[in-house]
């Protein structure tokens, strides 16, 4: 009678293991505050700037290619304060010219949101 006690006490003791890890692992999550009455959409300007194939860069669905030596002041004359640059990068562009753009939105304290291809 003692040897079907000893498996019962092994399957509690697993169990007992299994639901202190699983409960760390779910207190151990991220705090995330939701707004009770829904919200409502930002009223923040958003400034496109597209980098295609060729690692050449457009602001706000512009046809005229922008050099990466002028970017920066295009950037700064046409975001608005409290802005945000969402930034879009062609599939065969390189992660230097997306590299570049947010190390100009680090460098002037911009908001920047990277996107998939458009």
């Known amino acids: ?14 169990l007992l293991i299994f639901f202190i890890v699983i409960s760390t692992m779910i207190t151990a999550g ?20 597209n980098i295609n ?26 975001i608005g304060i409290d802005s945000i640059i969402s930034l879009y990068g062609h599939q065969a562009s390189s992660w230097d010219a997306s590299v570049y753009i947010i190390d100009i939105a680090k460098k002037n304290k911009f908001k920047i949101v990277m996107n998939g291809e458009k």
């Open 1 to 14: 009678m003692a040897g079907g006690m000893s498996s019962m006490t092994d399957l509690v003791f697993l």
């Open 30 to 49: 991220i705090n995330v505050d939701v707004p009770s009455n829904g919200g409502k959409a930002s009223e923040k300007k958003i400034l496109e700037v």
């Open 53 to 78: 194939n060729e690692n050449k860069f457009f602001i706000n669905k512009s046809n005229k290619a922008i050099s990466s030596k002028d970017i920066e002041s295009e950037i700064q004359k046409n």
